[in-house]
């Protein structure tokens, strides 16, 4: 997970098609499970982020504008996660700031 935190870009390819000589791991080719499996395993590692950087930033005193907006930020993606949802997926509910900040 190192490695893809560094990234500017994630791109899932999954296997859609059959072919004997090529063995799936799970035995059987279904590119949803797959991506699905993908899925879970990014957004366990996000919100294990999430709850390492939170309680310490909620307690806080004085947070400045930015920790502000980065504790709104937070809030806003542990709620996503923690229903099973990408971060990619909750961005466009974001405002200019609080996007700027997740970047």
């Not at 190192?2 to 791991?25: K, M, P, Y």
């Not at 879970?40 to 950087?53: F, G, H, K, N, Y």
Request: net charge negative; hydrophobic share 40%; glycine share 2%.
């Amino acid at each position: 997970m190192a490695n893809i935190r560094e990234c500017d870009a994630l791109v899932q390819v999954v296997r859609q098609f059959d072919d004997g000589d090529i063995i799936h791991v799970h035995g059987k080719v279904d590119p949803v499970y797959d991506a699905d499996i993908i899925n879970t395993e990014l957004i366990m590692a996000d919100l294990e982020q999430v709850d390492r950087a939170l309680p310490s930033l909620e307690k806080a005193k004085n947070r400045s504008k930015d920790q502000d907006t980065l504790l709104e930020v937070y809030k806003i993606v542990k709620a996503a996660l923690d229903s099973g949802t990408l971060i990619y997926d909750v961005i466009e509910d974001m405002t200019e700031p609080q996007r700027k900040t997740l970047k």
